[in-house]
DNA sequence: CGTGTAAGGAATTCTGACACG
DNA sequence: CGTGTAAGGAATTCTGACACG
């Protein structure tokens, strides 16, 4: 499902017209680590559609008056948000791993 | 849903990477009336995910020896098909506005 | 800080043609 | 027929820098 979301193969140009975003912006974007494109052999860069969503959303951050430095934080938070949630799954699962591995030995 | 699979940003370079068909393939497909990428204002062509598929799909045909003029014929009825069917469902509509329309004038 | 721009160079893409099996 | 390739030119992208408010 959306499989075609993170598959990174635009280049600048097109991602400039599909945000109306210079590319100065786009490039300053990734200059402050708020954008990860990747790049081909010549070192072209290549962007994902989830590329094109966080810059349309970082573009409105900025011109509302964010900081992009702020906007930096904000997405460490949410990155860290997501690590923990992930880490009390596995627990979760390691946890009824144990229980039903002591209930096989108990029987 | 899946509203990135028709966008068509993707260069000629990506789309080879990605289906692992030489550009002038790519090409050649395009000249034989099976593939039809957008153009950007200078003219560099520019293909969707749905392109992608498509190219795939024609390269396997090839490969077991379908001439590009079969695969475009196919091409052709599946579309022809698609077109009958529309039509039908459009039919359908307009008898049922029709009808409950002459009942709304009966009562 | 965020963005525009001119500069020079490198990577990418284009077309039309010739070649081959 | 389907594909490779060399050729020449044009479009695209890259980086680092200077400018501005």
Same mark, same amino acid.
């Given at each position: 499902? *959306?499989?075609?979301?993170?598959?990174?193969?635009?280049?600048?140009?097109?991602?400039?017209?599909?945000?109306?975003?210079?590319?100065?912006? /786009?490039?300053?974007?990734?200059?402050?680590?708020?954008?990860?494109?990747?790049?081909? =052999?010549?070192?072209?860069?290549?962007?994902?559609? =989830?590329?094109?969503?966080?810059?349309?959303? /970082?573009?409105?951050?900025?011109?509302?008056?964010?900081?992009?430095? *702020?906007?930096?934080?904000?997405?460490?938070?949410?990155? =860290?948000?997501?690590?923990?949630?992930? =880490?009390?799954?596995?627990? *979760?699962?390691?946890?009824?791993?144990?229980?039903?591995?002591?209930?096989?030995?108990?029987?």
């Amino acid at each position: 499902m *959306d499989s075609y979301k993170k598959i990174k193969a635009i280049s600048i140009g097109a991602v400039s017209e599909l945000t109306s975003l210079s590319e100065r912006q /786009i490039r300053y974007y990734e200059e402050r680590k708020l954008v990860f494109p990747e790049r081909s =052999e010549g070192g072209t860069r290549k962007y994902s559609f =989830e590329d094109i969503e966080k810059l349309i959303h /970082i573009s409105k951050k900025v011109s509302k008056g964010t900081l992009t430095y *702020d906007i930096r934080q904000d997405e460490k938070r949410k990155n =860290e948000e997501k690590i923990r949630e992930y =880490e009390l799954r596995m627990k *979760d699962k390691m946890i009824q791993g144990q229980l039903s591995a002591a209930f096989r030995r108990i029987r």
